[in-house]
């Protein structure tokens, strides 16, 4: 193996290389004019459709009935969730109304979601537009309208939380102060509508970020990788020319070549990485020279393991094919642990990367995680254990050969159940319990040691992995309304239902009573890891994203 050389003789001054990865280019946008007066002019209230966002317009629309009788208000809602752009309704827009106060963005995506929604109508429509978030998520929202090109939207803030308070509560919000300024909130609503916008911005460009650090000592050094939050807080090796010189030797792409771009949430901007800057996180993590391919193909994911949800989700990653005994990685006793070195070095350099890639993953400015998560450290990286499987690995069911090596990425982790092998006569509905435990809004991933794997063969006849798959979906049905009543459903799968989406709008037609599947069968997954050291296993609410070959990165 290429081994990673000991550190130089402590008091000299090191030459390192800079992990961060380049900003996008930001096209600075102009503003549509605002307002002379609100007197006899119509503004909508745009609903985000998120956590009762409605319910605070409403008090803004009765503080304009009490306040400026002469305002006319509309409340309307994204026809889709709070992602998805609403042209139809920005054209209406345009031709109705004189203002639009979007809101409200009280979450890690909607807030930058709002953002940008304001941004557009402001910009290409020619509305004068407010932003109303909570006051938590002011750095995120102005980063988001920086690199929307309108750092100088209006953003007017109220405290946190929005969700599940009275209407007294709400009014108080609205009647009261911005949190963050002081001022009141309806006051800079209507001088966001009514006052000129003036604002520079810095147009980004790579030479933004240089290629090294300023050389300083090895102490010195540590210190500042950590004060500039380039590290996951835990001792990291710094990444010298040599060591990146040698980790670049583990591929044949050139050191320049684009790998593929990264941000921590929708509509901050997507940084840009090379090899290089891949191979100077992979070294930061301690990771070999022939782990390389690997780290370059989660790279090439282009999934961000820091993603800044406030949700606190982590990523997962199974490796497949060959390349996993070429590196000695880890698919039985303790794969899931912190007991093999590639399994450890290549999910901390996955992160590593996104943070820094993506330009940043710092708690309260570009990662909102409330309570962050563990598994996040390593992305919870390992090998599927294809020789004990009963079926066939997971990149062959994703369409690859089995000589083939790959990687494959899923996100969420925010909720798991567990047991110990199937009971002979009550296993259906003991595995029922542990699916409907699982959030609704993430698919589950069975992680089944070999010894459980075969029972639900020997037990189910699930002979072939689409059959427990099958099963499990048709086994994971609720009453709908119970379904469309939990929080993250009315969220994220409501308005794609509303919108006539399948298979939500289905659901959406099902009585009260009648029970529906909680999940999609296509998104359902099945992976064997582990030793046989007992027949325990798990389900996992994860997202599969995709997978990706390894050898095309060699």
């Known amino acids: 193996m290429n081994e990673i050389k000991a550190s130089p003789r402590a008091g000299t001054k090191l030459s390192v290389l800079n992990p961060v990865g380049y900003p996008p280019k930001v096209a600075k946008k102009q503003a549509a004019a605002r307002l002379s007066a609100l007197d006899g002019k119509k503004i909508y ?10 319910e605070l317009l409403k008090q803004v629309q009765a503080w ?3 306040n400026m009788p002469s305002v006319k208000t509309e409340i309307v809602s994204l026809s889709n969730m709070y992602q998805k752009d609403d042209p139809v309704l920005w054209e209406r827009i345009q031709k109705d109304g004189d203002a639009a106060i979007f ?76 949190p963050n300024s002081g001022r009141p909130v309806m006051q800079e609503v209507v001088e966001g509508l009514t006052k000129g916008l003036t604002s520079s911005i810095t147009i980004a460009d790579h030479s933004q970020t240089p290629r090294h650090v300023e050389p300083d000592t090895e102490d010195a050094l540590h210190e500042l990788f950590l004060n500039n939050n380039w590290t996951d807080k835990l001792p990291i090796v710094l990444p010298t020319d040599e060591r990146v010189q040698a980790m670049l030797a583990g591929t044949s792409r050139k050191p320049d070549e684009v790998v593929g771009k990264m941000q921590p949430t929708h509509n901050r901007g997507r940084w840009e990485y090379t090899v290089e800057k891949v191979a ?13 391919p690997v780290i370059l193909a989660l790279a090439a994911s282009e999934l961000s393991a820091r993603g800044s949800t406030s949700s606190s989700s982590a990523a997962m990653v199974v490796v497949n094919g060959p390349i996993r005994k070429e590196i000695n990685m880890n698919w039985g006793i303790g794969a899931m ?23 940043g993953s710092v708690p309260g400015e570009t990662y909102m995680g409330s309570q962050g998560h ?47 092998g199937l009971r002979e006569t009550h296993w259906r509905e003991h595995v029922k319990d542990m699916l409907i435990g699982i959030e609704p809004n993430l698919p589950p991933c069975f992680l089944l040691d070999p010894i459980t794997a075969r029972q639900f063969v020997e037990r189910g006849g699930f002979d072939k992995k689409a059959k427990l798959i099958n099963w499990a979906w048709d086994t994971a049905r609720i009453p709908a309304a119970r379904y469309w009543d939990l929080q993250l459903i009315q969220n994220y799968i409501y308005p794609r239902a509303t919108f006539g989406e399948e298979p939500y709008a289905g659901k959406l037609r099902a009585k009260p009573d009648e029970l ?3 999940f999609v069968e296509g998104e359902i997954n099945a992976v064997c890891v582990g030793g046989e050291t007992n027949g325990y296993w798990s389900i996992q609410g994860t997202r599969y994203i995709r997978t990706v070959s390894v050898d095309e990165w060699r």
């Open 103 to 178: 809101g409200v963005g009280h979450c890690s995506t909607c807030a930058p979601a709002v953002a940008t929604h304001a941004i557009t109508v402001d910009t290409k429509y020619g509305i004068p537009t407010v932003a109303m978030h909570t006051h938590i998520f002011e750095k995120v929202v102005r980063s988001v309208a920086k690199m929307g090109g309108l750092a100088e939207l209006p953003c007017v803030f109220v405290p946190q939380p929005v969700m599940g308070k009275s209407e007294k509560e709400l009014r108080a919000y609205v009647d009261g102060k911005n």
């Open 374 to 420: 563990n598994m996040a450290y390593n992305s919870c990286t390992f090998a599927e254990n294809e020789e004990a499987s009963p079926w066939e690995p997971l990149h062959v069911q994703k369409g690859f050969k089995p000589t083939d090596s790959t990687v494959s990425v899923f996100w969420g982790m925010r909720s798991s159940s567990f047991s110990l």
């Open 45 to 54: 209230l745009v609903d985000c459709r998120f956590d009762d966002s409605i």
């Open 64 to 66: 304009f009935a009490q």
């Open 337 to 359: 642990g912190p007991y093999n070195h590639a399994n450890a070095t290549i999910g901390r350099a996955y992160g590593l990367l996104s943070q820094n890639g993506q330009g």
């Open 280 to 292: 100077v996180n992979a070294v930061m993590a301690g990771a070999r020279p022939e782990y390389f």
């Open 516 to 518: 529906i599947p909680q």
